[in-house]
Structures are given as structure tokens and as C-alpha cells.
């Protein structure tokens, strides 16, 4: 069955960095799309980033754009977000999101647990 299983999280002080990490398995990691998305408390479900099947080309949301940078490596079926310049406002619960296809189109069929960011003094 199809597992996506988050690491990376916990409290970074603004300004800092994080590296999140999402680990794929139960299907052909190569051929889908992946995004990232996050959940504030009390807010509803916030998308973040997304990459294409083989890396070539990435999305951001406005908000994570010049700070955050989303990556893969298909040969150990991992999704990694690195987190820099890291703002109280991005304090939540991040989730890996599998798309349907090969290309982020926010078509999602499976979600991860999720791993928590903090960004607080």
C-alpha cells in the first residue's frame, strides 16, 4: 500500500532552516508527481510546492517562493523540502501529497501524516 512518511520538523527560530523529508513507498515513485502542503492551526489546508515526476520543474506558492526549494531523488524514493529564511507564519503541519499524474496538477490521491514546523524565539 501507498506510504509517505514525513521527517525533518521541529522548532527553528525565524531566520533559520529546516530540511524536511517525505519517504516514499507501495508505488513507482518515479512516475508521479509530488507536492508539499501545510496546515496551520485553525486554518484549512495550504499547498506549497509541487515537482514534476523526473525533478524538471518545480511550483511554489507566493508565500514559500525564494525560500523554500523542493527536490527528489528518484533512485531512494525521497521528497525533500528545504526550508530557509523560515517566518513565524510558516509555523504548521507540513504534509507529502501524492498527485495522480506525472505533472503537479493538484490532483491528489494520498497524503502523509505530516511532520510539524515551529518557527518561534
Known amino acids: 500500500q501507498v506510504q509517505l512518511v514525513e521527517s525533518g520538523g521541529g522548532l527553528a527560530q525565524p531566520g533559520g532552516s529546516l530540511r524536511l523529508s517525505c519517504a516514499a513507498s507501495?508505488?513507482?515513485?518515479?512516475?508521479?508527481?509530488m507536492s508539499w502542503a501545510r496546515q496551520a492551526p485553525g486554518k484549512g489546508l495550504e499547498w506549497v510546492s509541487g515537482?514534476?515526476?523526473?525533478?524538471?520543474?518545480?511550483y511554489y506558492a507566493d508565500s514559500v517562493k525564494g525560500r523554500f526549494t523542493m527536490s527528489r531523488d528518484n533512485a531512494k524514493n525521497t521528497l525533500y523540502l528545504q526550508m530557509n529564511s523560515l517566518k513565524p507564519e510558516d509555523t504548521a503541519l507540513y504534509l507529502c501529497?501524492?498527485?495522480?499524474?506525472?505533472?503537479?496538477?493538484?490532483?491528489?490521491?494520498?497524503w502523509g501524516q505530516g511532520t510539524q514546523v515551529t518557527v518561534s524565539w
Open positions: 501529497v501524492k498527485e495522480r499524474g506525472a505533472y503537479a496538477a493538484g490532483n491528489y490521491d494520498y
Open positions: 507501495g508505488f513507482t515513485f518515479s512516475s508521479y508527481a
Open positions: 515537482i514534476a515526476s523526473d525533478g524538471g520543474d518545480t
